[in-house]
């Protein structure tokens, strides 16, 4: 039980992550957390809107059921084995972020100074949360998948063109966190 | 019954991304810095296990639990679509820390301003579905 305490190393993690991959095959199912973004856009009526999200969402009421579980999940970690600790980040990130104005960098698990309540009354705060979830759920569908369709279950398949997604997801990483960041923090 | 099943492995994923600090948003910036190994640990050995799983289901003719037949649809052909949608995907993830799945976990846990990144989620799958036609795919 102290084990399940401590943060897990990566090497307990990936395998951990490609047996829910696993898993979700043998049950008949496939990985893919951001699909669900497109299912909720349904039930919430975007079929009105566009033929995009014409489609019987009942289908893919499994996967609803799976993120549920991922957020119990979240719930269950955090409450009950010390999920929310600060991780154990390279100490040069820890000065650099720091510097940027990140204050709460190597003590929290996030960032305060983006995921605080302070940050419900902060415009700026707001709109670099609302816009950098716009970014990742255009993308994803864009792309047609995302972390766990292209990088885990599509490389995981040999499948080129998730190759071709994730080289996208660093690119596009890098250019924000090396070109983009210095000009907004 | 079929649900408490979903349910649980989505338990088993929750815990996991968050243990991992997969769903920290210092491990994606620490990650796009190359200033350590984990994040390129988890997301390598998740492939390499992933990628044994898929060989062994496909060699021995695996079949689900519920013993029907396991089939593998091969993504379609095309670059623009996946490197374009795969940059803009790598830009929010970089700046709001989380992707799909890390979202809902932080929900879970209780950092209650994911919710506005959820939202945003939302809106960006919406604007794709509107613009789709109009875009190079």
Known sequence: ?185 | MKNSVYLLIGIFFGIVLLKSEAASWFRIYEMFHFKAFHMYGIIGSALVLGIVFIQLIKRYNIKTFGGAQISFVDKKKSIPRYLIGGIIFGLGWALAGACPGPMFVLLGAGFFPIIIVIIGAMLGTWCYGLLKNKLPH
């Not at chain 1, 019987?56 to 999940?73: K, M, P, Y």
């Not at chain 1, 398949?157 to 990483?173: D, E, T």
């Open chain 1, 1 to 185: 039980m102290d084990l399940l305490k401590q943060p897990f190393p990566w090497y307990l993690s990936g395998p951990l992550i490609s047996i829910t991959l696993l898993l979700l095959i043998l049950v008949g199912k496939r990985f893919g957390m951001s699909s669900n973004l497109r299912t909720m856009c349904t039930v919430l009526g975007a079929d009105k809107t566009c033929d995009f999200f014409c489609f019987d969402w009942r289908a893919q009421r499994w996967n609803l059921v799976v993120t549920l579980g991922v957020l119990i999940g979240g719930f269950i970690a955090v409450t009950y084995l010390s999920g929310g600790n600060a991780p154990a980040i390279n100490i040069d990130v820890v000065k650099e972020l720091n510097t940027l104005g990140f204050k709460s960098a190597g003590t929290s698990y996030l960032p305060l100074e983006l995921f605080g309540e302070e940050v419900f009354s902060s415009v700026k705060g707001i709109l670099i949360l609302l816009i950098g979830g716009v970014l990742v759920g255009f993308g994803a569908r864009y792309a047609g998948g995302c972390t766990s369709g292209h990088a885990i279950a599509g490389l995981s398949n040999l499948q080129l063109p998730s190759l071709i997604a994730v080289i996208g997801f660093f690119i596009g990483g890098l250019i924000m966190v090396h070109l983009i960041f210095p000009l907004i923090f």
